[in-house]
């Protein structure tokens, strides 16, 4: 089992940046691969950023790339989310998540724990 939790959410203005923590404990985290999510209302989960085990970082939408950016710290059992030049429509609970495949994907099936997610609003 591996529990997972989400820190450094909050209230910022466009514009301003946020850095997410997610603290792991349990299974040795440095086999796994992590990924970040979020949920804005209405909207489907959507996956922002993964980072594998060995540090190799997929950030695969548009929407993101360039202003986000993921990293971990094995020592210290966590995985961050800096997010950069934020915009309102980056408002969205975001969850941390962590997978036992090497290759986990870009869907929500693909990690097997979960945060219980923090919310990011961004005004404008």
């Known amino acids: 089992q591996v529990q997972l939790v989400e820190s450094g959410g909050g209230l910022v203005q466009a514009g301003g940046s946020l850095r997410l923590s997610c603290a792991a404990s349990g299974r040795t985290f440095s086999s796994l691969t992590m990924g970040w999510f979020r949920q804005a209302p209405g909207k489907e989960r959507e996956f922002v950023a993964g980072?594998?085990?060995?540090?190799?970082?997929?950030i695969p939408s548009d929407s993101v790339k360039g202003r986000f950016t993921t990293s971990r710290d094995n020592a210290k059992n966590t995985v961050y989310l800096q997010m950069n030049s934020l915009k309102p429509e980056d408002t969205a609970v975001y969850y941390c998540a962590a997978s036992r495949r090497v290759v986990a994907g870009y869907s929500a099936s693909g990690y097997d724990y979960w945060g219980q997610g923090t919310q990011v609003t961004v005004s404008s």
């Open positions: 980072i594998s085990w060995s540090g190799g970082i997929t």
